[in-house]
């Protein structure tokens, strides 16, 4: 009886395990191809981390999306409704200056990793005005984002609608605190 009963615990416990990496949708890799771009913009050096260790990963280069005026600590407070970030995130028409969306040999690059921090469930609208000025045709585009805990929700669908060209995959979200080795796992190199 008692041999029956750890077969049955055994057996559920496989189940419930199937149940949820289903749920989770699955853990998939990705694999870069020619020369790769890491493009990113962290306002608080999470994103900015994961970024290295993709370019590191890959052998490819970074570059930082840098709004014109750098958020102060104080600007980055979403629980103050007079900051910076709260009257952006109300205001329908924010517009980030960005000191340049031009990124030198962009046509060299076949991969373009595009990385951001979730702010309110999307992706900052720091990338807007990068995602918006550049031609990704003929690219493969791969999110990623980091936050405290939300998804990657639909973040990487609605950069892709606003930029309209490009081969954009579904992407990954990391943990503000993600390791090196989390990066490795999602990375599978030819
Ligand atoms: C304005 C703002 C809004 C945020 N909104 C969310 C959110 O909706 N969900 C979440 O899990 N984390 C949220 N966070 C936390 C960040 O996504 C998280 O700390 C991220 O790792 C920051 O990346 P960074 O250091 O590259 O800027 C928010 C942070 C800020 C500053």
Known sequence: MK?????????????CLCVGLAACGGDSTVTPSGDVLVVYFSASGNTGRIANYIAEITGGTTFEIEPVVPY???DLRWTDSSSCVVQEHNDPNRNVELTTTQ???????????IGY???WQEASWVVDNFVKDNDFTGKTVIPFCTSSSSGLGKSGELLAEMAGTGDWKEGK????????SDV??????K
Request: zero cysteines; glycine letters at 0%; aromatic letters at 14%.
């Open 173 to 180: 979200r990391f943990s503000s605190s993600a390791s090196k």
């Open 184 to 189: 490795e796992e999602w990375i599978a190199l």
């Open 103 to 113: 990124v030198e040999n962009w046509d060299s690059y076949e991969t373009v990793f």
């Open 117 to 119: 921090p979730i702010w």
């Open 72 to 74: 102060t600590s104080a």
């Open 3 to 15: 041999k029956i009963l750890t077969t049955l615990a055994a057996v559920l416990l496989s189940l």
